[in-house]
């Protein structure tokens, strides 16, 4: 029994839309070997190590429901007990996860586990360790050699995946900030492995980090840090605080002590979390030792009078006390028969202890504190209490160290609500805990005394939300209500368009049109991520990391996601929920990879972005893969696009009051047009966009429909979508590769990066709309990780339409031999029909396109389809023909576009490894294919 493969998911997929981990388990010999056959020892011990298992319904959906399974008939394969065990595991460390899904796949005994985790490494994790428990509870003729280490023991290894988690999850009072977000549909993302996140997309973000928020004031914490100047200036307004003094040596402490009187409390002059702080010290070894303890925190120590009374915790947000908490220290009572040491066996019992923040209490601990608490009472872990003797095992009360928490919000007094608000309000603190120690604390402290012993930045949230005894309080509503005050946005508005061929395109023209009507756009494409048109990440950017890098910028306030097959098969999507998803085609390019073999599966991947889009879900309604994922979106709206103006569905549809877009025929040429809720909106003629070639590009008028139908459901005015699709071309510098044309030569050369036998159609049909006086000729390729049936459609694709034909391979063999590629294609290109003598195998990519750029002559149209973008753009543009002056020099100046002009460098493409970047950072990649 091994894991095969792993694959991690960071949003939607093909699996959930949610996170989740799939596995590719292979059972080998176990596949005979179901939990029936195993016997009950096996499933009595499962639920004996996690007997919460207990509990999970499976299909029975009813508490038992596995056990059941597991029982019942021949039982269940081990590939499925795996998943409960890893989901499981994960619920024992604090985490709340449910779902799982295991079907067997093609391969005999071999099975796709998935299982939801919330934590990426940590749900690694638990993966691994329930495969090692089930191992360790298999007879020993079929435990997997080497699957349990020698001396493996269950509880050591559960303890430690605990501790494991807890180190990568956000603590409890981060959890519960994200909880309350979330409540309000307020997105999140983690920042860092700690507890840095940030609320909010885009402009609108704000960020935490615990339980300091970005409006947290520096000198603030720094003030709420330093205790002593923290009592000065509570003090000088008239605050109760205990009288102090700060010390450095052992002595300085016992002098201080006794101008103080005893009793007195030691503790570090910056600590937190209640670390190093002793109560209560009388006696000069009591002192000494409190000093001790307290050095190790801080080069500086102070002294305080010790101010009897019950430790109280009030929090204050935003200038008002939500919160109060009465905490007492971790303890046991004596029942006169047992030691101290067994007490703490039955406190830790408690369902509701674990360890750290596992659980809303946590576990005692017999270490060197609870000795020096014993020692002060003439005990030792060995004693017995006498009935009804309180033994404290911590001074200070933090839930951390195993103290309890009671709700006191209720009986709190008006003056000691007040006056915790001053004390905080005294520091500067947004969010802030005063901690009082008061006998009773529902009197004034004017008549019964107290003290604020401490004010602390970043206070904890667990004793307030989970308290041990009492009402529940929700400490972090106010926090985020602080933030994002009603009405305030958190959220921007997210578009994401995936497809077979024409996604890089429109992207970049909703991109540009965003731009057009006042946006600061985020682009995602396949060469890049764009900030407000200006390259700042180079790469095959569309997948999860890009959305979260876009999402993440605090300047934009619209994204644009190119979401391409590779990202959603390797990771999902990077968001959960888009406002407009666009799906353009779906057509045969990579089938046969990644388990996708043919072209509805390849539509199931696709079909992702309109499963998670809220607002609107724009389909092409000409592609029936496409038309068809309007039965699997949730959008409350779908918007068909349709060249066809004689669609019948459309037409209902529009007739029904739906939106549409659609391209009509009128005397002035072809109009793209627009329908929603019976209007009926005209909104440019195709031949006034430039990147149609005045309307013969079809495939550049269904992009731009696509594009115009994108932005208008996102409410972007009709102006700005004219003149964004009016001011959009497609030169090099504004989309590289992508129907480029150049026309400084006798001859016209179109340029693309068409690598599939739709793209490569597409384009043969635009080179016969063009008027030609001379010849046709196209530099062909294929990828050689394609299977032979693609390089042929691609063949088929120009076949015949063409007056010469120049194969060629890609500089990447991609697992083909050297002249695999272009031999395949010249070889189906003659069976085809094509003349022998009309074909040329130049194998290289710059011999191919220098042949065919010597072959043209004057009036002839040359289409070349590229891998290498730069290189082979430049080789165009700098080539000049025999006999020709010196060529005029290309343009450099752009229309206004959301994608700055670039000046390429090729200088470092080798040693990228054949990634070209130019002097601005833009960067263009074979990759974008995916």
């Known amino acids: 029994m091994r894991i095969l493969d792993r694959s991690v998911y960071v949003g939607p997929s093909l699996y959930a839309h949610f996170p989740v981990i799939r596995l590719e388990l292979d059972l080998g010999e176990l596949e005979q070997w179901p939990t029936a056959r195993l016997g009950d020892a096996f499933v009595d011990g499962l639920v004996a190590a996690l007997p919460g298992l207990a509990e999970h319904g499976c299909s029975y959906r009813e508490p038992g429901g ?176 205990p009288r102090q003094e700060l010390v450095q040596s ?257 992207a970049r023209m909703l991109a540009h049109i965003t731009k057009m009507a006042g946006y600061t756009p985020g682009l995602t494409t396949t060469d890049g991520v764009y900030i407000d048109g200006q390259r700042t990440v180079e790469g095959d950017m569309t997948g999860p990391v890009s959305a979260r890098m876009v999402l993440s910028d605090p300047q934009i306030d619209i994204a644009v996601l190119e979401t391409a097959r590779g990202g959603l098969l390797r990771a999902g999507m990077g968001v959960r929920k888009v406002n407009v998803g666009a799906v353009i085609n779906v057509q045969s390019d990579h089938l046969g990879m990644k388990g996708i073999d043919t072209l509805e599966q390849l539509a199931e991947v696709k079909r992702i972005v309109v499963e998670v889009a809220e607002d609107c879900a724009v389909l092409n309604a000409d592609d029936p893969n496409v038309l068809k994922m309007s039965g699997y979106t949730d959008a409350k709206t779908i918007c068909y696009v349709t060249m066809n103006p004689s669609h019948g569905l459309v037409r209902e549809h529009i007739r029904a009051g739906g939106r549409a877009c659609a391209l009509e025929g009128g005397v002035n040429g072809q109009m793209i047009t627009l329908y929603d809720k019976g209007s009926h909106i005209p909104l440019l003629w195709t031949h006034l966009i430039p990147a149609t070639l005045e309307g013969r590009a079809m495939h550049n008028v269904q992009n731009a429909m696509v594009a115009a139908a994108m932005a208008f459901s996102l409410g972007i005015r009709l102006d700005a979508i004219r003149q964004g699709l009016r001011t959009f071309d497609t030169t090099f510098f504004q989309a590289p590769g992508r129907m480029n044309v150049f026309n400084e030569h006798p001859f016209k050369v179109l340029f693309d990066y068409g690598h599939n036998a739709h793209a490569v159609g597409v384009m043969a049909d635009l080179a016969q709309r063009l008027d030609v006086a001379g010849r046709r000729i196209v530099v062909l390729a294929g990828p050689g990780d394609r299977r032979d049936e693609d390089l042929h459609a691609i063949a088929d694709a120009v076949a015949g339409r063409f007056d010469h034909y120049v194969c060629r391979r890609d500089d990447g063999l991609r697992g083909r031999d050297g002249d695999e590629v272009p031999l395949i294609m010249s070889r189906r290109l003659r069976e085809a029909g094509v003349p022998a003598e009309a074909i040329s195998i130049i194998p290289d990519e710059q011999e191919a396109i220098d042949g065919a750029l010597r072959m043209a002559r004057s009036g002839d149209l040359l289409l070349v389809f590229a891998d290498a973008l730069v290189r082979s753009w430049k080789q165009i543009i700098k080539f000049r023909p025999e006999g020709a002056a010196e060529p005029k020099p290309a343009p450099v100046a752009a229309p206004v576009s959301v994608v700055a002009e670039p000046v390429f460098d090729e200088s470092s493409f080798a040693a990228m490894g054949g990634v070209v970047r130019d002097e601005r950072g833009i960067h263009l990649s074979r990759e974008g294919e995916d």
């Open 250 to 506: 052992e002595d300085g402490a016992l002098r201080a002590a006794r101008r103080l009187g005893v009793p007195v409390v030691t503790k570090p002059y910056n600590g937190n979390h209640g670390r190093g702080i002793s109560i209560k010290l009388s006696t000069d070894d009591e002192i000494r030792a409190g000093f001790a303890a307290a050095r190790e925190h801080s080069r500086s120590v102070i002294v305080e009078n010790y101010v009897s009374g019950d430790d109280h915790r009030l929090l204050v947000v935003n200038g008002e006390l939500v919160a109060a908490t009465r905490r007492t220290p971790g303890h046991v009572v004596g029942d006169g028969t047992r030691s101290i040491a067994e007490l703490v066996d039955i406190v830790n019992q408690d369902p509701r202890r674990g360890i750290g923040h596992e659980k809303v209490l946590t576990r005692l601990e017999l270490d060197a504190q609870a000795t020096m608490m014993m020692d002060r009472v003439g005990h030792t872990a060995a004693s017995v209490p006498k009935d009804g003797e309180v033994v404290y095992l911590r001074s200070t009360a933090n839930l951390s160290t195993g103290g309890t928490a009671t709700d006191v919000t209720d009986i709190i007094h008006p003056d000691n609500r007040d006056m915790a608000v001053r004390a905080i309000r005294a520091i500067g603190l947004d969010v802030g805990g005063v901690d009082f120690l008061s006998t009773n604390i529902a009197e004034s402290y004017k008549a019964i005394g107290g003290g604020i012993c401490e004010v602390n930045a970043a206070p904890g949230f667990r004793m307030h939300v989970s308290p041990s005894e009492g009402t529940p309080r929700d400490a972090a509503g106010p926090v985020i209500d602080m933030l994002f005050p009603s009405g305030s946005p958190s959220r921007v508005p997210i578009a994401a368009v995936t497809g077979t061929n024409g996604k890089t395109t429109t």
């Open 66 to 241: 596995f056990i059941r399974r597991m029982r019942e008939g021949e039982g269940t394969w081990l590939g499925h007990v795996l998943e409960h065990v890893a989901i499981e595991l994960q619920n024992v460390a604090g985490e709340d996860v449910t779902f799982g899904k295991t079907r067997s796949v093609d391969k005999p005994g071999v099975y796709s586990v998935v299982y939801e985790y919330a934590q990426r490494e940590e749900g690694i994790a638990a993966g691994e360790l329930a495969l090692r428990l089930l191992a360790s509870l298999l007879p020993a003729n079929l435990r997997p050699a080497g699957s349990v280490p020698e001396g493996w023991n269950w509880e050591s290894a559960r303890d430690e995946f605990i501790r494991y988690a807890q180190r990568r999850a956000l603590g409890p009072s981060t959890a519960s900030l994200v909880r309350a977000a979330e409540e309000r549909g307020i997105p999140w993302l983690r920042l860092n492995d700690q507890s840095l996140v940030q609320l909010g997309h885009g402009k609108y973000q704000q960020r935490i980090q615990a339980t300091v928020t970005g409006r947290t004031s520096h000198i603030a914490v720094e003030l709420a840090s330093d205790k002593e100047e923290t009592n000065k200036i509570l003090g000088a307004l008239g605050l109760p605080v």
